[in-house]
């Protein structure tokens, strides 16, 4: 005679929804933890831009400690004025087209988080194994003309990777303080040596 066991399979049922809602409550823990990281991490990066007097402080900053800072993987910033452009990234400072850097800015018209095929130019040779890029315009005022502002993150590493890619509000909003803030720095650092 089979004798259905209705315990087992009660308590098999019980331990898998117990899996389920763990999974459920570690996934929602990191990701509150993630939106403080990220504003933390934000704060601690704008701090060293008050103090910065010339461009190629903030450039320095921005290439070299913002990656470290952010828990993104790299970073450049693009910059047009007139017919000249330039770009800085962990790869170095290259010379490149303004109407490039204004394409760029142009294609994104507030804070965009995006997944990439392939290499991202934006970030030069530093460029070639970004998965997901954040791509934050620079209001610049007249006459410094424009800028983009790049984070990437490699293989899903950093926090760019835990964002909701069609348009997490709180995130949008945390990196577009992160651009007021380097907007402004760099409108009154250029605007010291006219």
């Not at 007097?53 to 470290?68: M, N």
């Not at 007139?82 to 850097?101: L, P, Q």
């Not at 998965?131 to 760019?160: F, K």
Request: hydrophobic content about 45%; charged content about 20%; overall charge negative.
């Amino acid at each position: 005679m089979n004798v259905i066991s209705f315990e087992s399979h009660a308590r098999r049922h019980l331990t898998q929804r117990a899996a389920r809602a763990e999974r459920a409550s570690a996934a929602l823990a990191h990701y509150v933890a993630g939106e403080h990281g990220l504003r933390s991490a934000v704060e601690q990066a704008s701090l060293p831009l008050m103090t910065a007097t010339r461009l190629p402080q903030i450039v320095g900053t921005v290439v070299a400690d913002w990656p470290r800072t952010l828990g993104v993987d790299t970073a450049a910033l693009a910059l047009a004025a007139h017919d000249e452009g330039m770009r800085a990234s962990t790869s170095g400072v290259a010379r490149i087209a303004a109407k490039r850097i204004r394409a760029w800015h142009d294609n994104a018209p507030g804070v965009t988080i995006r997944r990439v095929d392939g290499a991202e130019s934006l970030f030069g040779e530093a460029g070639h194994d970004v998965d997901i890029v954040a791509i934050l315009p620079l209001a610049l005022p007249e006459p410094l003309g424009c800028g983009v502002l790049a984070l990437g993150d490699r293989h899903g590493n950093a926090v760019l990777a835990d964002r909701d890619l069609d348009g997490d509000v709180d995130v949008a909003e945390t990196l577009g303080f992160l651009s007021g803030v380097l907007s402004r720095r760099i409108a009154a650092c250029m605007m010291q040596t006219f």
